[in-house]
């Protein structure tokens, strides 16, 4: 697909935090497998079709296009190939009754370890950090089968554990990134609940296999989520009717932090403005005093020296006169 030309200019913005930085792009980060495109599609597709609260439309019908072409493939239990390109999508997302924007990138999965693990130099690799820069909020989709299992070997281990840990770092130290939501979203838990709870349950396993992103990333939000359903027999077949679970609650947790963000940003640009109008009020104040002060003194001085002139002219010659014709 030739993606479309939108001019990002024209596009609405998120609040920039304070930070001199536009954040206005919610950032979905994944190595190969880990459902990336299936999840923003079939969230799209419930979204575009939702009649709550948070609904989603694309800003250009190749966007919706797309989303759809590969949601219908899904329902026909087709899977789609793996993403072979950076893509994003400009979505216009309405959430209580508040419109956004949201960027959705989906980068194929080797890029991950391209820009996080062997910090290789591309113009690819720029790209994603410059998106990554920009993020007002950052969804890390993880497959728990890559973490650990027969499925699981060094290269997911490490790039699903430094990897994350490395642009989640990057994130916090950037500018305006230190307050930003990021989303650790286990994905196909239908297939991978029986190994959540071998290992204690969700929050045992996260300890156990993500400790230094939980330390690196203050709050932490951790969803679950099951974007299609397959076949229980080893085939990895897609199973009919299947019912996508709890997609939209990671969207819900970014876009509640950036409400919170932003909120928090206006009271604090409220306070700064009133702050200094207070000083320049009272700055005001010393000036309008310090000039009344100085007409109080011409005043007096104006009325000395008309005093004084008075004295000198008329009074004090007639004193004279009459001392001397009086001698």
């Known amino acids: 697909m030739t993606e479309p030309k939108v001019e990002e200019e024209t596009l609405p913005k998120y609040e920039d935090n304070g930070s001199g930085i536009l954040r206005d792009r919610i950032v979905i980060l994944g190595r190969q497998g880990a459902g990336k495109t299936v999840y923003l599609s079939l969230l799209y597709d419930l979204l575009w079709k939702s009649k709550g609260n948070l609904t989603m439309k694309a800003l250009h019908g190749e966007y919706h296009r797309e989303f759809i072409k590969t949601v219908v493939k899904l329902r026909h239990g087709k899977w ?21 924007l949201m960027v959705a990138m989906d980068y194929s ?17 720029q790209e994603l950090l410059e998106h990554l820069d920009r993020a007002a909020g950052v ?9 650990t299992g027969p499925k699981a070997d060094i290269d997911s281990t490490v790039e699903n554990d430094f990897g994350v840990v490395q642009a989640t770092s990057r994130l916090r130290k950037w500018a305006g990134g230190a307050n930003i939501p ?3 979203v286990l994905t196909k838990v239908d297939e991978t609940g029986s190994l959540l709870k071998q290992y204690g349950g969700t929050e045992v396993f996260c300890r156990k296999f993500f400790p230094k992103l939980i330390s690196t990333v ?13 076949i229980k027999n080893g085939t990895g077949k897609i199973k009919p009717g299947f019912v996508p679970t ?3 609650i990671p969207l819900r947790c970014c876009l509640d932090k950036i409400s919170e963000n932003e909120k928090n940003a206006k009271m604090i640009k409220r306070r700064q403005q009133y702050v200094e ?15 009344i002060r100085w007409c ?12 004084a002139y008075y004295v000198l002219t008329i009074v004090w010659p007639d004193i004279l006169d009459k001392w001397i014709l009086g001698s």
């Open 80 to 100: 789609p190939g793996p993403t072979a390109s950076n893509r994003r999508a400009y979505i216009e997302i309405s959430y209580k009754g508040q419109n956004r």
């Open 109 to 125: 999965g080797e890029l991950i370890n391209k820009a996080f693990v062997s910090e290789e130099e591309s113009d690819e690799v």
């Open 139 to 147: 969804m890390l989709l993880v497959d728990p089968a890559d973490v």
């Open 182 to 184: 990021i989303v650790l």
């Open 218 to 230: 203050i709050n932490l939000k951790v969803c679950k989520i099951a974007a299609v359903q397959t």
């Open 246 to 248: 709890n997609l939209e």
């Open 277 to 291: 109008a207070n000083i320049k009020k009272i700055k005001r104040e010393i000036i309008r005093d310090r000039v």
């Open 296 to 307: 109080i003194i011409t005043v007096i001085a104006t009325a000395l020296g008309i005093l």
